[in-house]
């Protein structure tokens, strides 16, 4: 079965108490009611930036340009036990926008310190490879879901490539 080609941006900014990331609570569909990055599906056509700017744009108002984008690397989401929730994640970093963040039909979004992260509130994935991302390291990680599609069952860590951006 083929992955879903999805996006996520992950919007840093200088904060009173250090370097703060947008992530902000699902209120709809996959993930409903945990913390999560914004971003989403890659239309037909577009590509993985066009998308996480398009994704930006609909689910917290705030203008994203392609030029300050900041490829982070990527996340292969294998389900086993649900094959068609597998999903290939390229995953931007951005520190700069127009407009303020603002709640969406789909997010609520809040600022989150980078030291603090609500990983108890996230996927169980999350602390596998977003920490590292933030922070700079630029990694392919591909992420093997248990049976009850919730815990991690394996990750797998990689340096990650430019040349992957282009998936």
Not at 81 to 95: A, I
Request: net charge negative.
């Amino acid at each position: 079965m083929t992955a879903a080609h999805v996006t996520l941006c992950f919007l840093l900014r200088d904060g009173v108490a250090g370097k703060e990331v947008l992530l902000g609570r699902k209120k709809t569909g996959f993930g409903l009611g945990k913390i999560v990055g914004v971003g989403g599906h890659v239309e037909p056509g577009e590509t993985a930036a066009e998308a996480v700017c398009r994704e930006v744009l609909e689910e917290v108002f705030v203008h994203v340009d392609q030029q300050d984008l900041i490829p982070a690397g990527t996340v292969d989401f294998v389900f086993p036990s649900k094959g068609e929730w597998n999903m290939f994640t390229t995953v931007y970093l951005t520190e700069r926008w127009t407009g303020e963040p603002a709640e969406s039909d789909e997010i609520a979004p809040r600022w989150f310190r980078v030291a603090g992260l609500p990983v108890e509130q996230m996927w169980a994935d999350a602390e596998h490879w977003l920490p590292a991302m933030i922070s700079g390291e630029r990694i392919a990680v591909e992420v093997v879901l248990a049976e009850d599609n919730e815990s991690v069952a394996e990750v797998h860590t990689a340096e990650w490539l430019d040349s992957e951006a282009a998936r």
